[in-house]
């Protein structure tokens, strides 16, 4: 079998695949990289979303040999290094930015991209940069809030309806 | 998904060579072709990705013309050609989601010709001449309907030519679920005419409508349009729309284009 070679998280890992193997099957089952979830596999729903070479993709949509020799972030690697939550996490903690917390992964990864392109996004900019991610709870007010909290702006204004 | 042989080139010739293999499909983004792929729609022997070929990568506004590279992502045309070609870099940043414009690429787009996708009525509409591996083809000869393209097997989209145009704007209508457009216009006005070409909205593809393009280029305005009607024949007929709803929608849309056009 063909072997693929990236750095994941930071980490150089390499590991035997098929050339069908998905970026997301790589990670879940030959890395046990769980955090990064399947939810429609369709392309639709964005849980799976992760960074390679800097930008947000959905891994489901993605060949693991595809990213040989990228640079991929998954929800892992997102935390501090001293395993606190980062900005983004911790505004979604503080904002009650998940129900039943599937979509997270890829709400976060996304949130993550946005913010990077985007420092101080609107609420529109927002829930436009959302259009790739389903939540299927609907907590997408929360979700929205906690970008924008994680984004240094005052959301106390923000109604949650 | 059955499984499939992968390789991944660097260069257009190796791509090149790499595809004269028996069964063997080119990978763009991806966009596409995976979710096909998945569903088994597509079983090739053999996979050959783009993606790794730097010189496929550009956007580079040159005397009137914005060249694209057959392997730029939607998100680097929608950031690259902001400046010299706002409705074209507005239209690559409205297709699918940011996750799926990273990936999906301008020359997959157009090869693909999905009777719904964005990109070709920007290429018919302009004009544009696809530029492939061996040679240069015109929009015109290029879309020869539903997926089907004039590219022969195995030929590759090195680069898209795009005459820029004095003024241009896109429509979409979008299907909110696919995101693909449910009927979508792009208008080109130059200094020897204007075209409008329309997406989403044929069984047959994207298309001219040259009724529309003969009133523009005399007076472009959205009143110049309003006495003519598309025949809702052959348009798509599907649970988001009939092709009646479809065809009212191009005399729609075009005229919000020519009001948006800058």
Known sequence: MPKVSMTVNGKAVSGEVEGRTLLVQFLRETLGLTGTHVGCDTSQCGACTVHVG?????????FALDCDGAEVSTIEGMANADGSLNTIQQAFQDHHGLQCGFCTPGMVMSAAALLKENPKPTEAEVRHYLEGNICR????????????????????????E | MYNFEFERPSTVEAA?????????????????????????????????SLAGIDALKFVKAEG?????????????????AAKSFPA?????????????????TAGGSIANNDPSACYPSAVLACGATIVTNGREISA?????????????????????????????????????????????????????????????????????W???????????????????????????EDLHGSGAYRARLVKVLTGRAVSAAS
């Open chain 2, 64 to 80: 009137g013309t914005l060249r694209i590279g057959g392997g730029t992502p939607h998100a680097v045309v929608a950031r690259e």
């Open chain 2, 16 to 48: 090149v060579a790499a595809l004269k293999a028996e069964d063997s499909l080119a990978l763009g983004g991806g966009q596409t072709l995976i979710p096909t792929l998945k569903q088994r729609l597509a079983a090739p022997a053999k996979l050959v």
């Open chain 1, 54 to 62: 800097g930008a947000a993709i959905k891994s489901c949509t993605t």
């Open chain 2, 140 to 208: 015109d000869d290029f879309f020869q309907g539903m997926f089907e393209t004039a590219l022969e097997e195995g030929e590759l989209i090195t680069e898209v030519r795009f005459p820029i145009p004095q003024a241009a704007n896109y429509q979409k209508f979008e299907q909110p679920a696919s995101r693909f457009a449910l009927t979508g216009v792009f208008v080109a006005k130059y200094a020897d005419g204007v075209r409008v070409a329309v997406t989403g909205a044929s069984g047959d593809g994207v298309f001219r």
């Open chain 2, 88 to 104: 074209l870099a507005r239209l690559a940043g409205n297709i699918g989601d940011p996750a799926v414009r990273n990936k999906g």
């Open chain 2, 210 to 236: 040259t009724e529309a393009e003969a009133a523009l280029s005399a007076n472009f305005s959205a009143t110049a349009i309003a006495g003519l009607s598309v025949d809702p024949d052959g348009m798509i």
């Open chain 1, 137 to 160: 709870c609907t907590g997408y007010h929360n979700i929205v809030k906690a970008i924008l909290a994680a984004s240094g702006q005052d959301v106390s204004a923000i109604a949650a």
